[in-house]
């Protein structure tokens, strides 16, 4: 699953486990995706022990995203003020039915 697939169906993901989201402009929509992003790190490296997993190897197979986007990925990965978004979105996507879905996604995670 390619990653513009992969962001494409986390969007949808947050679209869902955002309540009162329908207003949101497009950039908390993309902010959203982002942190659906960092969260699948977390999913596929506890899922899959030994994978390595990082987002820095989803968006590198990913030319699409430009280095505003890569910083405020990083930013949301490495600032401890995103922790509770982040960790929200693991236990949604844990939990939500596409879940087991997003097992397809890791691969693109894996070091290259």
Request: aromatic fraction near 6%.
């Amino acid at each position: 699953m390619s990653l513009l697939r992969m962001s494409t169906f986390s969007l949808c993901l947050a679209g869902i486990s955002v309540a009162g989201s329908s207003l949101a402009n497009q950039q908390d929509q993309e902010h959203q995706g982002y942190v659906v992003l960092v969260a699948m790190e977390q999913i596929c490296n506890k899922n899959n022990p030994g994978l390595n997993g990082d987002v820095e190897n989803a968006m590198a197979t990913e030319p699409k995203f430009n280095e505003a986007a890569k910083a405020q990925i990083r930013k949301i990965k490495s600032d401890p003020a995103y922790k509770f978004q982040v960790s929200n979105m693991v236990s949604t996507l844990t939990n939500s039915p596409l879940g087991a879905m997003a097992q397809d996604m890791c691969k693109e995670y894996a070091p290259k």
